[in-house]
């Protein structure tokens, strides 16, 4: 099958490795190099979980998508993905956490139900004044994200992948690059992040928004600890690793930014991050921040992400809409849409273009809500 791809992050990048790994004749275009930081995917790190409530498919995709890691590794030799565990802060019995823990369990994942004693055996002085449980995923961590991404196209083009640095407009069913060229395929497939809903505007609608990550000089002890969550409390953060210091973001919307607009440099959450470690994390209240990154989320109503047929042309397909949740699932969502492509297996209706409600959050109770 010839296949061409736009857009070499996460989503683009993992489906042009496998299905280069299939045989198929891939073309993979991207406007920047893999991994660049005004992709959705650049930037160092990316937490990977399995907890995502009642979510049965996501749980699934995402514990499916560790093994995939892990074999591009293999493949690669890079080291990519940091099995820290990751905690979930619960505030009550009945909220993201417990869904998540019945659904993790129901699908023999291993998770752990700590009480506020076990789980500050966790962390450096973990305040849980607020807390009533910590659900803890223990082989789920962190994925170095700018490498995972320059790892995937790499080893796509070991597949004999073809990678072409340029610009392309959807002309029909084929793609059409700056320079003139028109590259058609069996399939052509718009993975484009932020850049999706603006070439398809009558069939994806995004939120573009600006979203901050700060780097903290924590200490030795805040390296080898899990990355967590705060569902609730939208907030997140990994342990220090590779020395860039303990990360830690404010999971609520940031303003809109257009996909072609440049990355401030400036953080603004300093003081919501600090307000929430007061609680949480007080030796992290009062370090230094060295440094902050920014970002862009492209979030659907709903947070589903967009993997569908164009309603037009059969051959066209749109990929998308990740709403600040999607880097982990890469490979195992192209695992599907290779089954889609190739065998006609169908996708879950929740990934279909068209319109969406607003729906219940799968990143943390932050979205929709601005800072
Ligand atoms: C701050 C932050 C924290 C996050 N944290 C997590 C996390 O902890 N865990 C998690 O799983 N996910 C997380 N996410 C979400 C995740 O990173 C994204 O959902 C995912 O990376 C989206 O990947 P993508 O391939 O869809 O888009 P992108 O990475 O943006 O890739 C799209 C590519 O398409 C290219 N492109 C677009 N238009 C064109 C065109 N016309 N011609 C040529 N090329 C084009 C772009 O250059 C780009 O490289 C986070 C995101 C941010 C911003």
Redesign the pocket.
Known sequence: MRVVI?????????LAWWLAREGDDVTL????E?G?R??????E?????VGHGDQDYYTAM?WRARTLWRELEAESGADLFVECGIAWFAHGDDGWEAESERTIRAQGIPCEHLDTAGAAALFPGLGTGDLAWVLFEPHTG??R?QRA?QALAAQAAEHGARIVR????PAGTA?ALDDGTRLEGDAVV???????A??FPEHVALRITL???LFFAAGPEWRGIP?WCDYDRAT?G?PDLDELGAKA?ADYEGPELD?DAELPEQATTEQVVRGYFDERFPALAVAPLVES??????TTADTN?VASRHPEHRHVWL????????????PALAERLAGALHRDVELPAMFAVGERRHGRSL?TAGHGVRL
């Open positions: 736009v857009g070499a992050g996460t989503f683009g990048a993992s275009v991207d406007q920047f893999p660049d005004r992709a959705t995917s650049g930037g790190t990316r937490l990977i979980r995402a962190v994925l994200a991404v340029a610009r392309a407009t793609a718009w993975a484009c992040g932020p850049w999706l603006r070439l979203q901050e990550l990355g997140y990994t973001a996909p990154r920014t970002c862009r989320y492209e992400f990929v998308g809409g990740g709403s600040g949740h999607g880097f982990k699932h890469g990143r």
